[in-house]
């Protein structure tokens, strides 16, 4: 029998402890957030490439360890929590695209019989390098908006989630998430 999800009041109030001070807090947690942590890397993971060398469990387990961490988040709510984690996610996959590409130019990767492999991977990695790029270029624009697409895009938020993370209505995230889908392809579509 699958355990039960933990009830979204229970994550929050660790989190609240945590914030407070109760470090005992962060380690019980873990258990309580992990399936969710692990729901959210299977759809980063998904949309890298076949041969990507990042596993799902060393994705959460460097992203909780990252937010871990934070010293200065004062955690509200689990939304906020999953919010946080989409980002961390995403900062580790592109770091790892990033170091990825790196060895490649730097001719210090094996070569392989495989040339195509090699070729998608470092197709995949420069998109999301430039999707990161169009990102960061978006939140100096309007920060909200590049919030919405990581929480959304990444951490697999709904609306509802986001629009208690942002506090702002939910029907806001989904004007801000047209809106920035929109800037996002016309900015990723200079770049082609």
Do not use: C
């Not at 009830?7 to 929050?12: K, M």
């Not at 871990?68 to 906020?80: E, G, I, L, P, S």
């Not at 920060?143 to 709904?158: A, D, H, P």
């Amino acid at each position: 029998m699958p355990a039960k999800p933990p009830a979204p009041q229970d994550v929050t109030q660790l989190l609240m402890d945590w914030s407070n001070g109760d470090q005992s807090a962060a380690d019980h947690l873990f258990p309580l957030v992990y399936g969710e942590l692990k729901r959210m890397a299977r759809r980063y993971l998904r949309k890298e490439n076949p041969g990507h060398t990042l596993q799902t469990t060393a994705l959460v387990n460097e992203a909780y360890l990252r937010l871990v961490d934070q010293k200065r988040v004062h955690w509200q709510n689990r939304a906020q929590f999953y919010g946080i984690a989409a980002q961390m996610m995403r900062r580790i996959l592109v770091d790892h695209a990033r170091s990825h590409a790196r060895l490649r130019r730097g001719g210090q990767a094996v070569k392989i019989s495989l040339d195509h492999i090699a070729t998608l991977a470092d197709e995949r990695a420069a998109e999301l390098i430039a999707l990161d790029e169009a990102l960061d270029s978006l939140a100096k624009l309007d920060e909200r908006r590049s919030q919405v697409v990581e929480m959304r895009f990444f951490g697999g938020l709904s609306n509802s989630e986001i629009a208690t993370v942002l506090k702002i209505a939910p029907n806001t995230v989904m004007r801000d998430w047209n809106m920035a889908r929109a800037w996002l392809y016309r900015e990723l579509q200079k770049h082609e």
